[in-house]
């Protein structure tokens, strides 16, 4: 007997339209409806981290996502030059 490794149960509503065109697609693929909506729910979720990790790849390159992101985040020195004048403001109070 194979153990499965789902152990969480969800009931899940569909519209008859939706369920006959899942059960469509299990039978073509020779699936279980359940099968076919657990892959579905995984890419739901693969998805949405890979919008995760592209919104932070573009935050941590400094862009907006709008226009091209910047070449990568500033290296200390060049962080130190973009602040010189704001530093020597505070030296001088």
Not at 44 to 56: F, I, N, T
Request: proline share 3%; charged share 30%; glycine share 6%.
């Amino acid at each position: 007997m194979c153990m499965s490794t789902n152990d969480r149960r969800a009931q899940v509503l569909f519209a008859p339209e939706q369920y006959q065109s899942l059960e469509s697609l299990a039978l073509r693929q020779k699936r279980s409806v359940g099968s076919v909506v657990r892959e579905a729910v995984d890419d739901l979720l693969a998805r949405q981290r890979d919008d995760r990790v592209a919104a932070l790849t573009i935050v941590l390159a400094g862009g907006d996502g709008a226009s091209e992101p910047a070449l990568g985040p500033l290296t200390v020195e060049q962080w130190r030059v973009e602040n010189e004048d704001r530093d020597r403001g505070f030296d001088e109070k």
